[in-house]
T-cell receptor
Framework: LAKTTQPISMDSYEGQEVNITCSHN???????ITWYQQFPSQGPRFIIQ???TKVTNEVASLFIPADRKSSTLSLPRVSLSDTAVYYC????????????FGQGTELSVKP | SQTIHQWPATLVQPVGSPLSLECTVE??????LYWYRQAAGRGLQLLFY??????ISSEVPQNLSASRPQDRQFILSSKKLLLSDSGFYLC????????????????FGAGSRLTVL
């Protein structure tokens, strides 16, 4: 299973772009990269998913280089409400079932 | 879309007492099911996962156990709670929301917060 490494914490200010990078050096061919957002006392919620290159949706972009050994979640123009813990998850549940999260990145957005 | 129900939402138990947390899933059949625990200020720790009725895989040695008596029911139990069992317990199952089929997107329940005194 691919192990993930993320920065423990990051600080930002409202209106800035935030980039959070996740390393997953031993990612497997069938693995997808998925990012989640978690607020206190809530379960994580899905943000974005990708396999390679770039994916963009209404809340974020995900950049994945050709070797897929890392990925970067980009949050454009963050607001105070983006203060949360962000997790990257690498794996494919239909390949054995096990899905292990890393420690996550605690993002603090300041006014 | 899938909906996960967890109860109780909050629980305060003395050390040495038993535990039963329940998770039920709607909107899907024969899903993989997961129990995660989050200690205060920590990340998500995978405790158990199940790929079918009666099939349980344990990830971390502990005094907890899990059972799946029905397709969409997942139960976390303990015979004697320890202080270290305190935490936020989350049940999850695969979701098709915004995802590529067969890939690792999970939907989580609202969680059960356990405090062991």
């Amino acid at each position: 299973l691919a192990k993930t490494t993320q920065p423990i914490s990051m600080d930002s200010y409202e209106g800035q772009e935030v980039n959070i990078t996740c390393s997953h050096n031993n990612i497997a061919t069938n693995d997808y990269i998925t990012w989640y957002q978690q607020f206190p006392s809530q379960g994580p919620r899905f943000i974005i998913q990708g396999y390679k290159t770039k994916v963009t949706n209404e809340v974020a972009s995900l950049f994945i280089p050709a070797d897929r050994k890392s990925s970067t979640l980009s949050l454009p123009r963050v607001s105070l409400s983006d203060t949360a813990v962000y997790y990257c998850l690498v794996g494919a549940y239909n390949q054995g079932g096990k899905l292990i999260f890393g420690q996550g990145t605690e993002l603090s957005v300041k006014p | 879309s899938q909906t996960i129900h967890q109860w109780p939402a909050t629980l305060v138990q003395p050390v040495g007492s038993p535990l039963s947390l329940e998770c039920t899933v709607e909107g899907t059949s024969n899903p993989n099911l997961y129990w995660y625990r989050q200690a205060a200020g920590r990340g998500l720790q995978l405790l158990f996962y199940s790929v079918g009725i009666g099939q349980i895989s344990s990830e971390v040695p502990q005094n907890l156990s899990a059972s799946r008596p029905q397709d969409r029911q997942f139960i976390l139990s303990s015979k004697k709670l320890l202080l270290s069992d305190s935490g936020f317990y989350l049940c999850a199952c695969p979701s098709s929301q915004g995802a590529i089929s067969g890939a690792n997107v999970l939907t989580f329940g609202a969680g059960s917060r356990l405090t062991v005194l």
